[in-house]
């Protein structure tokens, strides 16, 4: 059984679109995170929610929307896609924040 | 606020050869460390994890870690490196009620036949 896993795994679209990545985790953890890890493997964390809510909104354009319709599951919405969005995304979560986090599998997304 | 350092970004070594790769951390407050690995294609998985208990950590793979207090250090070896064991790998810091986990920049560990 995946305990963290993600839809899809790669993601072709054009600038201009409008795009979404599903995560669901099975492990009964309370917090979710996403991440985007750019071409020289840097991790950088885009959000956060705990019980459903937001507690860490880093610095990301707003195209850029989370959803949390339950505790198992967090999905990211981009609009308007740009070249610079091109990278790997990863779902992750935790029992509690700031803990130890289970990755899924990613989505690299390409935008051309 | 919580921030980690990894020497060297890529590490070369050969089969059977010692792995070490550095982690330097900083923390006001006792730390919690972690260590990942990445393989290629792959998402992160946790290799092993200090949170206050014993000071040498053994994890996954062969490989293990020791939490030096005093040298703000978290350094990852194995013994004998396999072709296996070629990845990306991650060091994170945390503490006691943090919202996130801080990561290092990765070190790409190279095996040479």
């Known amino acids: 059984d995946t305990a963290v896993s993600q839809t899809p795994k790669y993601l072709v679209t054009q600038m201009g679109n409008d795009k979404s990545i599903k995560c669901e985790q099975n492990l009964g953890h309370d917090t979710m995170y996403w991440y985007k890890q750019d071409s020289k493997k840097f991790l950088k964390i885009m959000f956060s929610?705990?019980?459903?809510?937001?507690?860490i909104n880093e610095t990301v354009p707003n195209r850029f929307s989370p959803k949390s319709p339950d505790k198992a599951h967090l999905n990211l919405h981009i609009n308007s896609l740009e070249l610079g969005d091109s990278a790997v995304y990863f779902c992750?979560?935790?029992?509690?924040?700031?803990?130890?986090?289970?990755f899924g599998p990613g989505t690299r997304l390409t935008v051309t | 606020a919580q921030s980690v350092t990894q020497l060297g970004s890529h590490v070369s070594v050969s089969e059977g050869a010692l792995v070490l790769l550095r982690c330097n951390y900083s923390s006001s407050v006792p730390p919690y460390l972690f260590w990942y690995v990445q393989y290629p294609n792959q998402g992160l998985q946790l290799l092993l994890k200090y949170t206050s208990a014993a000071t040498l950590v053994k994890g996954i793979n062969g490989f293990e870690a020791e939490f030096k207090k005093s040298e703000t250090s978290f350094h990852l070896t194995k013994p004998s490196a396999h072709m296996s064991d070629a990845a990306e790998y991650f060091c994170a810091v945390s503490v006691q009620g943090a919202q996130k986990l801080v990561f290092g920049q990765g070190t790409r560990l190279t095996i040479n036949p």
């Open positions: 992750a979560s935790s029992q509690d924040p700031g803990y130890e986090q289970y």
């Open positions: 929610y705990n019980n459903k809510e937001l507690i």
